[in-house]
């Protein structure tokens, strides 16, 4: 099953891949900020959506 990771504030897409990843993993990546807007990114979401993949 794909899985798409983006930032609430901006859209940009953190992670798109048919491997599901955790989520700590795609925040260490990015060492804890969003690389295009600069929000700090969360383990406990805020705010989820869940779309059917495209």
Do not use: S
Not at 6 to 31: F, T
Not at 32 to 39: D, F, V
């Amino acid at each position: 099953m794909p899985q798409r990771v983006v930032c609430q504030q901006c859209g940009y897409v953190l992670y798109d891949g048919a491997e599901l990843k955790p989520p700590d993993e795609i925040i260490q990546q990015y060492y804890g900020k969003c690389p295009n807007c600069g929000k700090k990114l969360a383990l406990v979401p805020l705010d989820v959506e869940v779309k059917p993949a495209e």
